[in-house]
T-cell receptor
Framework: NAGVTQTPKFQVLKTGQSMTLQCAQDMNHEYMSWYRQDPGMGLRLIHYSVGAGITDQGEVPNGYNVSRSTTEDFPLRLLSAAPSQTSVYFC??????????????FGQGTRLTVV | GENVEQHPSTLSVQEGDSAVIKCTYSDSASNYFPWYKQELGKRPQLIIDIRSNVGEKKDQRIAVTLNKTAKHFSLHITETQPEDSAVYFCAAPSGGSYIPTFGRGTSLIVHP
C-alpha cells in the first residue's frame, strides 16, 4: 500500500512550456485534490474531484487543467507555464464514511520552478 | 465556500512552554476540524482531529478544542519539545464537499 504517489519531485520549466504532474493513490479514495503551497499563503485548492469523471475548480484554478478518468489517477496539467506558477504542489486524497469526513492523505509534493 | 482564518502566523516558545494556535471558520454547517503538521521539506500529516459532536479531544501532549457557537477551534501543545517545531495547519470542509479548506499555517519554533 503506497498511499498517494506524486511525480516528479522536482521540475524546472521554461515560461510557456506545458507539463503534467502525476498523482496516483491505491487506497480506493473517492476524493482527490490538488493544492499549491506558497510562503505565507498556506495550502490553496486548485482543482478537486469527488469521483471518477467528476472534477471541479477550487480557489486558484487558472492556468491548470485536471481530469479523473479512473479512481486511482488525478493528473494536473499546466497549460503554458508562467513564473507565477512557481510553487510546491501537493496532491491529496480522502474518503467519506458513515461518520462523515476523514483525514486527507498527501503525496510527497512537487517543487516546480518556472524560469 | 468555507473561509478559514488561522493565527498567529509565527509562534516562538521555549522548550517546555505551551503553545496555542487558533482558527476560525465561516460555514456553520462544517462538522470536521483536522490539524496537520508539516515538517520542513515534508508533506502535511494529520496529528489530531475533532468532530462537532465533541468539544475537546486530547492525545498525549496535544489537544484540540471546538466552540461551534463562536465558530472557532484551537490546537494546544503542552510541554513543547524541539521536535514540535514545524508548520501547523488547521482545516475545515469546503461547503458541502469533503475537500478541506486550509488556514494559512502557523510556523511554530521551539527553542531548546
Amino acid at each position: 500500500n503506497a498511499g498517494v504517489t506524486q511525480t516528479p519531485k522536482f521540475q524546472v520549466l521554461k515560461t510557456g512550456q506545458s507539463m503534467t504532474l502525476q498523482c496516483a493513490q491505491d487506497m480506493n479514495h473517492e476524493y482527490m485534490s490538488w493544492y499549491r503551497q506558497d510562503p505565507g499563503m498556506g495550502l490553496r485548492l486548485i482543482h478537486y474531484s469527488v469521483g471518477a469523471g467528476i472534477t471541479d475548480q477550487g480557489e486558484v484554478p487558472n492556468g491548470y487543467n485536471v481530469s479523473r478518468s479512473t479512481t486511482e489517477d488525478f493528473p494536473l496539467r499546466l497549460l503554458s507555464a508562467a513564473p507565477s506558477q512557481t510553487s510546491v504542489y501537493f496532491c491529496a486524497s480522502s474518503y467519506s464514511t458513515s461518520l462523515d469526513h476523514t483525514e486527507a492523505f498527501f503525496g510527497q509534493g512537487t517543487r516546480l520552478t518556472v524560469v | 465556500g468555507e473561509n478559514v482564518e488561522q493565527h498567529p502566523s509565527t509562534l516562538s516558545v521555549q522548550e517546555g512552554d505551551s503553545a496555542v494556535i487558533k482558527c476560525t471558520y465561516s460555514d456553520s454547517a462544517s462538522n470536521y476540524f483536522p490539524w496537520y503538521k508539516q515538517e520542513l521539506g515534508k508533506r502535511p500529516q494529520l496529528i489530531i482531529d475533532i468532530r462537532s459532536n465533541v468539544g475537546e479531544k486530547k492525545d498525549q501532549r496535544i489537544a484540540v478544542t471546538l466552540n461551534k457557537t463562536a465558530k472557532h477551534f484551537s490546537l494546544h501543545i503542552t510541554e513543547t519539545q524541539p521536535e514540535d517545531s514545524a508548520v501547523y495547519f488547521c482545516a475545515a470542509p469546503s461547503g458541502g464537499s469533503y475537500i478541506p479548506t486550509f488556514g494559512r499555517g502557523t510556523s511554530l519554533i521551539v527553542h531548546p
